[in-house]
């Protein structure tokens, strides 16, 4: 427990005392803010325009208009952030020699791989929870489903740790930070896009693909359903990933 | 303290060891020495839990390294080849996480920073960043790390590879310094600094083991023949033709270029044999200078060379050798 607090602090600190972490945060709420700050406006000029007709001004409403599209388009964004978080983690150890000595301290191999990822798991709730000041200037513009916006969220945390072990994973086998980048990335796309081919690839294996798509699953959450599958795939993808991580690491040790 | 039995590692299908076996005592400081791709470092790694050997065993305190991996590492500190450091991070946090890492106990953390700093004399450059500091203070830094916690063992790869010769000695007095209570194992190219450091050299080539003593037993073992190097004023075929006839020598090479009417010249005798009178005064009888007259001595890189030579059966010269250290 004391070396997973120890890689934790460890990798908190690479994150804050280097420019990485302001950097992926600056850029994400920057192009969040945009997404919101348009939405918005689309949505006040769409209600100037619908007020003289009382059938569509029902389905104009900030769950709709704002909300959905937005945690939408923060999760396409953390395709590309994620990423950039997770490349370094056991990439720069490799390539600098430190894992050597990072692997020969009272420290098991499991404790290592968890205190990476947390340590990118937190610095990305940091991220997300900047963007909650989007919900209370929502507060003062008019009512929204709470619970659409939390199920919402709820979806972008569990994407956002998948994405995170699945890159901490990738991180793990190569020594090149823009390999393991670009595989993260690579790998997180498909994961997201798989499902657009379930409609000529069969019957069986297209509702196999349907079931492993990302994009899917993230969809029930912005809907507002939370339903166990869902849950439990994310994390069985992110439990998945991590193990992997964990077999990378002892298979480094066996080639010595 | 450490025994090391039947120990074999295999790189796919190339073996970096094969059956390596020695033991450590408790105090001792033992030299690993050997050519690069010798498999110093492999051996290094499986003490230290890095890398796990494909047969044989490693005991350290009679604690299989196999069966419980996390006490050992306990009972290690190790300095890597080419000192891995976090060079974004500063001396102070490095080393706290280091104690962190270590499992050293909260409340002890700040003393044992301290003693360890002190111990290598790194305590005006607490608050710089790694990647700031000179070569010289990297190598401190680096045997900090391996002092904390106080382990009992300490395993060094190269700790003085890439220094000046000034720092070399302050880390080779450092590591003297500390070991009086401690058991070093330390592998190095640099031959004297192995004979100056350690109580036992073991010399490891192609991953076997060809030699185990101390660097004076190694010396004196070796020593088949007593060399003489003499300097006179004297015509070469002729001087060399009368000390050939001297009693005892076996072979007489010109060392240095004939050089106004000097010459240097290496003559090897049987072991045993004082041919030192006996030539002095045949070369005076004969009426020439004699300018220099002295033995020399065997240094443990003849041994070594000797030893890598004979085991691998390639030319290898010292200057080959000295080529490939500097390389």
Known sequence: ?????????????????????????????????????????????????????????????????????????????????????????????????????????????????????????????????????????????????IGVFLSSYLGLILMGSSFIALGVFISSVTENQIVAAAISFGAALMFWVISWTSSFTGQTLGAIIRQTSIIERLDSFLKGVVTLSDVTYFVFFTAFFLFLSFRSIETQRWRG | ????????????????????????????????????????????????????????????SGIDVGEDSMAVRRSIGYLPENVPLYDWMRVRSYLEFVTRAKGVASSDRVKEIDRVSGVVGIQDVQTKLIRWLSKGYKQRLGLA????????????????????????????????????????ILSSHILPEVSQVCSRVIIINKGVIVAEDTPENLISGS????????????????????????????????????????????????????????????????????????????????????????????????ESVIDREVA
């Not at chain 2, 039995?5 to 970096?16: H, P, R, V």
């Not at chain 2, 044999?273 to 300018?291: G, Q």
Request: hydrophobic share 50%.
């Open chain 1, 1 to 145: 427990m004391n070396g997973f607090l120890a890689i934790f602090r460890k990798e908190m600190a690479n994150f804050f005392v280097s420019p990485i972490a302001y950097t992926v945060i600056g850029c994400f709420l920057i192009i969040a803010g945009f997404f919101f700050w348009a939405n918005v406006s689309l949505l006040s000029l769409v209600s100037l325009q619908a007020a003289n007709d009382p059938s569509i001004t029902s389905r104009i409403n900030l769950t709709d208009v704002v909300i959905r599209p937005l945690v939408q388009n923060m999760s396409i964004i953390l395709l590309f952030l994620v990423p950039l978080l997770t490349m370094r983690l056991f990439s720069e150890e490799r390539k600098t020699g430190t894992i050597e000595l990072l692997l020969t301290y009272p420290i098991n191999d499991l404790g290592i791989v968890l205190g990476k990822f947390l340590a990118a798991v937190s610095v990305f709730l940091i991220m997300i929870v900047c963007t909650l000041s989007f919900a209370f200037i929502m507060l003062t513009l008019g009512a929204f489903d």
């Open chain 2, 1 to 60: 303290m450490i025994e090391v039995m039947g120990l074999t590692k295999y790189y796919g299908s190339l073996a970096a060891i094969r059956d390596v076996n020695f033991s450590v005592n408790a105090g001792e400081i033992v030299g690993f020495l050997g050519p690069n791709g010798a498999g110093k470092t492999t051996t290094m790694r499986i003490l230290t839990c890095f890398t796990p050997a494909t047969s044989g065993t490693v005991r350290i």
């Open chain 2, 145 to 184: 790390q391996a002092l904390i916690g106080d382990p009992p063992i300490i395993i060094l790869d190269e700790p003085t590879i890439g220094l000046d010769p000034r720092q070399i000695r302050e880390i080779r007095n450092l590591i003297k310094s500390f070991a009086l209570n401690k058991t070093v």
């Open chain 2, 223 to 318: 020593t088949r023949t007593s060399r003489i190097q003499v300097t006179l004023r004297a015509p070469e075929q002729e001087s060399k033709n009368l000390i050939s006839g001297i009693n005892g020598v076996s072979t007489v090479k010109t060392l240095a270029p004939f050089d106004e009417g000097m010459l240097t010249l290496t003559v090897e005798s049987q072991q045993g044999w004082d041919i030192r009178p006996e030539l002095a005064r045949a070369i005076v009888a004969k009426d020439w200078d004699l300018l220099e007259l002295r033995s020399i001595d065997v240094s443990l890189e003849d041994v070594f060379i000797d030893l890598v030579t004979e085991e691998s059966g390639d030319i290898l010269t010292k």
